[in-house]
């Protein structure tokens, strides 16, 4: 298979390679930062940044283009992050979900070139932690830390849990190998991605004690993952960066801060900690400005999500052997979701910064979908974009296209 050919390719001229870091400091290739945040939902951001509670996230808004991100329908983490990595449509990436032929979705099973491999190729230095669907770790000019679906011991079919690093089975979690032990001594021993939903026989009869400990557990696991962005991005700086949180998905698939009216209420569990989910978006944005102080102005920033996440509606949920039953928990009480049908219910979110990106801008609409941003990172680096890429260049965010630094060979809109 053709990408299969690449893989191999990569993992043997990479050894050769010089430490990322010295190349990095050397060469005056684009600085990007892609943050992807997993369900991102503009009806719970938009108050909070109206209060100011936010202030990262609306120092970016102000000073970038911003608006919805068209999503897949049907949409889910492991799908559309492969979408938006390869701009390609899952029937033909080979990651149509969490499970793929009854296996969880592996880097296997890619069947279109992702575009940290394009960059690596092309010389771009390349550093990636807890990207959803990158098990096992993918060889890359630099390194990649795996995220959601990661499997290993407690969390066997790494569907929607979490192993420590030390605990990854069945393939490895960091690219390379050898940076595992200076995580360990540095970072310390890491969750991988954010925790398990707890089952209903769980909650039953303690709901307010299991919802106050699995937040507390969800507050520890993202002070480690602020740790190893932080860590990495210190001590391994890379022109391309994507980082990628999970739990505000999580948090928002069952503590999401409904009305009593609405299907799958029960006061026992919802109105228990209302502050829960927001304050995944306020913990996030400290996460966001820890990032920013390893940017400047001429560092291009996106701040991406897959998709949003709004409550159940009954004529939906009628539907039996609804995926996200099995996707997201088995038994944990939903009230949430994301993988209507109509994937325009539930868009993404889309902010784009940078030196000559517009200011202030908000999109209305879909002008922008999730096949467009692998495109536009090309476009940003002077690399062509593949034939096999169903996005285009989004040449509309950029200020002024004659006076742009970077040109490509593929500048018009496919
Ligand atoms: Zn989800």
């Known amino acids: 298979m053709r990408f299969r050919g690449i893989v191999a390719a990569l993992s043997v001229s990479l050894l050769c390679f010089l430490p990322f870091r010295l190349?990095?400091?050397?060469?005056?290739?684009?600085?990007?930062?892609?943050?992807?945040?997993?369900?991102?939902?503009?009806?719970?951001?938009?108050?909070l940044l109206l209060r100011?509670?936010?202030?990262?996230?609306?120092?970016?808004?102000?000073?970038?283009?911003?608006?919805?991100l068209r999503t897949l329908s049907a949409p889910n983490c492991p799908k559309i992050?492969?979408?938006?990595?390869?701009?390609?449509?899952?029937?033909?990436?080979?990651?149509?979900?969490?499970?793929?032929?009854?296996?969880?979705?592996?880097?296997?099973?890619?069947?279109?070139?992702?575009?940290?491999?394009?960059?690596?190729?092309?010389?771009?230095?390349?550093?990636m932690a807890n990207v959803p669907a990158t098990f096992p770790?993918?060889?890359?000019?630099?390194?990649?830390?795996?995220?959601?679906?990661?499997?290993?011991?407690?969390?066997?079919n790494g569907l929607l849990c979490s192993p420590k690093l030390s605990e990854v089975e069945g393939g490895d979690a960091v690219y390379p190998k050898s940076m595992v032990a200076e995580l360990e001594a540095r970072v310390g021993d890491f969750w991988?991605?954010?925790?398990?939903?707890?089952?209903?026989?769980?909650?039953?009869?303690?709901?307010?004690?299991?919802?106050?400990?699995?937040?507390?557990?969800?507050?520890?696991?993202?002070?480690q993952q602020l740790k190893l962005f932080d860590y990495l991005l210190t001590y391994h700086p890379t022109d391309f960066v994507m980082l990628a949180q999970s739990c505000e998905d999580r948090v928002g698939h069952w503590l999401y801060?409904?009305?009593?009216?609405?299907?799958?209420?029960?006061?026992?569990?919802?109105?228990?900690?209302l502050d829960a989910f927001p304050n995944q978006y306020r913990a996030f944005d400290q996460v966001l400005g820890k990032i920013l102080e390893h940017a400047d102005a001429n560092t291009y920033i996106f701040v991406i999500s897959d998709h949003g996440i709004k409550p159940?509606?009954?004529?939906?949920?009628?539907?039996?052997?609804?995926?996200?039953?099995?996707?997201?928990?088995?038994?944990?009480?939903?009230?949430?979701?994301?993988?209507f049908e109509d994937g325009d219910d539930v868009p993404g979110a889309f902010i784009a910064v940078g030196p000559n990106i517009k200011k202030n801008v908000r999109l209305m609409g879909f002008?922008?979908?999730?096949?467009?941003?692998?495109?536009?990172?090309?476009?940003?680096?002077?690399?062509?974009?593949?034939?096999?890429?169903?996005?285009?260049?989004?040449?509309?965010?950029?200020?002024?296209?004659?006076?742009?630094?970077?040109v490509s060979k593929a500048t018009s809109a496919k």
């Open 23 to 47: 190349l990095a400091k050397n060469n005056p290739r684009p600085h990007v930062i892609v943050v992807g945040v997993n369900g991102m939902e503009w009806d719970i951001i938009r108050p």
């Open 52 to 68: 100011g509670e936010l202030p990262n996230l609306a120092k970016l808004i102000q000073g970038g283009v911003y608006g919805k």
């Open 81 to 127: 992050y492969t979408t938006i990595a390869t701009s390609t449509p899952p029937e033909e990436n080979g990651i149509t979900g969490f499970l793929v032929h009854g296996i969880t979705a592996n880097t296997s099973m890619l069947r279109e070139e992702p575009i940290w491999s394009i960059l690596s190729k092309n010389r771009v230095t390349v550093g």
């Open 137 to 156: 770790a993918m060889p890359v000019n630099g390194y990649m830390v795996s995220g959601m679906l990661t499997r290993g011991k407690g969390c066997e």
């Open 192 to 223: 991988i991605d954010c925790s398990r939903m707890p089952t209903a026989d769980d909650l039953r009869g303690k709901e307010s004690k299991v919802i106050n400990e699995w937040l507390a557990q969800v507050t520890r696991i993202r002070n």
């Open 257 to 273: 801060p409904i009305q009593p009216y609405n299907v799958g209420y029960n006061a026992s569990i919802h109105s228990v900690r």
């Open 312 to 339: 159940l509606r009954e004529f939906e949920q009628e539907q039996p052997g609804h995926p996200s039953v099995h996707d997201h928990g088995g038994t944990t009480p939903i009230i949430a979701h994301h993988d």
């Open 367 to 406: 002008p922008i979908s999730v096949f467009d941003i692998a495109p536009t990172i090309l476009h940003i680096y002077g690399i062509e974009v593949p034939g096999q890429m169903r996005g285009r260049v989004l040449m509309n965010i950029f200020q002024d296209t004659a006076k742009r630094r970077y």
